[in-house]
């Protein structure tokens, strides 16, 4: 049984951290090294807490609309609002502006189920607790398994407009949260304890959910739409891929990344035009950038390098993160839109890059704001201190 479990283990994919680094992790985590001690206590804390919470399911609250099917993920355009002049006529667009009463339910749950599942299956596998596991296991099959809670395999009728469209491709963007997901469910599979046929009946409907995201007329537009959505349709694209094996469409992803979605995104002086014609220019200039980086990470855990890749103007993404720095440090000195507060929840992604691109200054700007506690950053400042240790840079 001990053999068959290293087997298994072995032909895991990892999609955001490489078993390279998550080991010696695992490794040093055991022998109490000093640089994981925060990261650790912030970790326990967070799956301590998802113990207490859920289980999940898009069936539990839904819509007013009895004709869509309960199991049918449903989520409403959030700046969208009802026009004052045309009672119960079709919605008008106001950007940047969250309408405080549309459905919001779904959406809701299935990021609270992402974050748990990834939360329980990092703690699960970094801290060797099996409490964590069989919770994560159990949320798992509530969301995607059991026939009376389980979603269908699609995004179809996400962020739909009443009186307008019941559902469009830029809600494919609602299942960015499956990547976090699927890497807590690797970290799960490779403790060895995630019963062998929920690992299949999650695979299988990741398959269904990757055929759906590469062939329904709404995932396409979003693949087009030139701006954020499509960022986040590739890294979405790539992360579903590498869970489910599926090489070439990895393949495909990486490609459209690198010959479509950063040339054709990015300016010279590392500006993003889609990004900052926008209301909340700021915030969705580093939404993209989020993008752009967690596909990065995802090819170089497969043995790719994007982090080089060019704009047509000669741009890389070294040279978007320089552009976007000095209004990260001080969004007050942004003179383009942005109606809202800017949060710096994202910003993970300077991170990934100083990873990525063995550049030690962005990782100290990372470290430089105050961070939301939760396992998500808890495993980034991991992955860094990992990264420090090994040599790449003496830690301060």
Known sequence: MVAASLVRAAEIPMTIISEDEADPIHSAIIRKEAWTADSVRRLRAAAEKKLREGPWSVTTDRPADPKIDPHEYYSEAPYWWPDPTKPGGPYVRRDGQFNPARFTANKEALNAMCDAVFTLGTAAFLLDDTRYGKRAARDIAVWFINPRTRMNPNLEDSQAIPGVSPGRGAGVIDGRA????????????????????????????????????????????????????????????????????????????????????????????????????????????AFNLEAFTMTCRIAEVRGVNLWNVKAKGGATIAKVIDYLQPYFADPRTWRKQQISDFSNDNLYCLAFAGMGLKRPDYIALYRKWERPEGAWLSLVDLMIGRWEAAGHQTRH
Do not use: C
């Open 178 to 285: 499956f990547i976090r997901a699927i890497q807590g469910m690797e970290f799960l599979a490779q403790t060895g304890a995630w019963d062998p046929r929920e690992q299949a009946a999650v695979t299988k409907w990741f398959q269904d959910y990757l055929r759906w995201l590469t062939t329904s007329q709404n995932a396409l537009e979003e693949k087009v739409s030139g701006n954020n959505h499509a960022s986040w349709w590739t890294a979405q694209t790539a992360a579903v891929a590498t869970f489910v094996g599926d090489k070439l469409t990895e393949e495909m992803a990486f490609k459209y990344y690198r010959e479509r979605i950063f040339p054709r995104q990015v300016l010279a002086n590392g500006s993003a035009p889609r990004e900052e014609a926008r209301t909340r220019s700021l915030w969705y200039s």
